[in-house]
C-alpha cells in the first residue's frame, strides 16, 4: 500500500512509455504515477533512456502545483529527500549536483524534473531491486546489492513521498544539509556545460547557493552553475 501524502491519485502501470507522459495526459495536484516498466523511460540528458529492469525498481512521476513551490529548486528537495531514507536504512549517501543520489559514488537514483503548465513534474527512478547493470556503462548500484535483501518497494515510495512532504513544506536551511552531504565538495572535478562535452569548468566545488546554482572556483575565479552535468 502506498500513502501518498500529497494527496493525489495514485494511478499504477504494469507498462508504459514514461511516467513523465502519464503525467501530462492527467494532471492534477498531488498526482502520483507509479509504473513497474517503463519502455521509455526519460533521463536528464535527452539522448539517454532511463533503463531499469521490469518489477524491480521504483519509478515515479509525482505533480505538485508550481504555485506551491518556493525557490528551492525541487529536484535538489527530492534527493535530499531520498538522502534522509536511505540514512535510515543506514547508507550514507551524496548528493550529487544537479540531481543524482550516490552512495560510495556509484548512482543509485536519478531525479528529472518537467515544468509542464502551472506544474512540476517530479520523475524519479530509484535502483532497488536489480542487482545485474552490465548494460550500463555508469557506476551504479542498488538496495540491494547494498543491503543483500530484497526491499519494499512501496514502503520505500511512502518513506520518500512523507520526507519529501516535510521538505517541501519546511524549506528552511534546505541547502545548508544538501552542502553537509554535497558530492565532490572540496574536490576538484570537471562539470561540463554542454551536451556535447565541449565547455567545461575544471575546479574546486565549494556548495550549492540558495537559489539550487552550484558555485565552484576555477582558474578564472568563482564560477556559478545553474545548469551543467559532470
Ligand atoms: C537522470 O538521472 O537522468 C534522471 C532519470 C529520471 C528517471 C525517472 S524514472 C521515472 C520517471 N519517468 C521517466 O521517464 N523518467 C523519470
Request: net charge neutral; proline share 2%; charged share 20%.
Amino acid at each position: 500500500m502506498i500513502f501518498n501524502p500529497f494527496h493525489g491519485e495514485i494511478y499504477h502501470f504494469t507498462e508504459i512509455s514514461s511516467t513523465m507522459d502519464a503525467a501530462k495526459e492527467n494532471l492534477g495536484s498531488g498526482a502520483l504515477f507509479v509504473a513497474d516498466y517503463q519502455t521509455k523511460g526519460r533521463g536528464r540528458i535527452p539522448q539517454r533512456q532511463w533503463q531499469a529492469q521490469k518489477g524491480k525498481n521504483l519509478l515515479f512521476t509525482l505533480i505538485l502545483p508550481l504555485s506551491g513551490l518556493q525557490q528551492a529548486p525541487l529536484s535538489l528537495l527530492a534527493a535530499l529527500a531520498l538522502r534522509r531514507v536511505l540514512f535510515s536504512y543506514g547508507f550514507d549517501s551524496k548528493i550529487k549536483w544537479p540531481n543524482d543520489v550516490l552512495v560510495n559514488d556509484a548512482k543509485i537514483a536519478g531525479i528529472l524534473v518537467e515544468i509542464y503548465q502551472n506544474y512540476a513534474l517530479l520523475g524519479v527512478g530509484i535502483n532497488v531491486n536489480q542487482t545485474d547493470f552490465s548494460d550500463i556503462e555508469k557506476k551504479v548500484t542498488s538496495i540491494k546489492l547494498l543491503k543483500h535483501k530484497n526491499c519494499d518497494c512501496d514502503g520505500l515510495l511512502t518513506h520518500f513521498l512523507g520526507e519529501l512532504h516535510t521538505i517541501v513544506h519546511n524549506q528552511h536551511n534546505w541547502n545548508r544539509e544538501i552542502n553537509q552531504h554535497l558530492w565532490a565538495k572540496d574536490q576538484i572535478v570537471d562539470y561540463y556545460l554542454d551536451v556535447n562535452r565541449q565547455k567545461k569548468i575544471h575546479g574546486k566545488v565549494l556548495c550549492v547557493q540558495a537559489d539550487g546554482a552550484l558555485q565552484m572556483i576555477s582558474e578564472y575565479g568563482l564560477e556559478v552553475l545553474y545548469s551543467a552535468e559532470n
